[in-house]
């Protein structure tokens, strides 16, 4: 396996981890070390070795999670896909919503379990960290806005 490949297959593994399906995982990961910025869906199942249906299932959750764009070429016929712009910016926002669900849980938690401290402890540090969280992520998001700016003069 050559380096891009072992890259794609890395890459299918790691996003697995995140919740998505390994194929999924192998699009977002050829699609960002491709010589092209974009691709067709037959070339996907080509370079992947992937079947018509799974990658149709695969570019359809990816399009709707917002990773992936799909667009038409003027004169073509087939769609293309593409990695969103700001990807990973619009992922991580995504992930932080999940800051104020733990949250939520650990004020669930603290209503039922009474006045235990050590169990009010442990569900006291997950609420305080998520608080944590999701008061300062947002801050490191809008410094890297700034420095994207930058990066791009």
């Known amino acids: ?21 390994r194929t999924e995982g192998r699009v977002m990961g050829w699609l960002l070390s491709a010589p092209e910025d974009s691709a067709d869906a037959p070339r996907l199942c080509g370079e992947m070795a992937v079947a018509k249906s799974s990658m149709s299932v695969a570019l359809r959750r990816l399009e709707q999670v917002g990773l992936v764009e799909r667009f038409r070429r003027p004169g073509e016929r087939r769609d293309r896909y593409r990695l969103a712009e700001d990807v990973f910016e619009q992922a991580f926002r ?7 669900r733990f949250r939520g849980l650990a004020e669930r938690g603290l209503a039922v379990v009474g006045d235990d401290p050590a169990r009010r402890a442990r569900l006291e540090l997950m609420r305080d960290m998520y608080g944590f969280m999701a008061e300062r992520f947002p801050l490191l998001l809008d410094e890297w806005d700034r420095v994207k700016e930058e990066r791009r003069r």
Not at 5 to 21: H, I, K, N, T
Not at 94 to 100: I, T
């Open 94 to 100: 995504a992930k932080m919503a999940e800051f104020d």
């Open 1 to 21: 396996m050559d380096g891009v490949s072992g890259f794609v297959e890395e890459a299918g593994v790691f996003y697995e981890r995140l919740g998505l399906s």
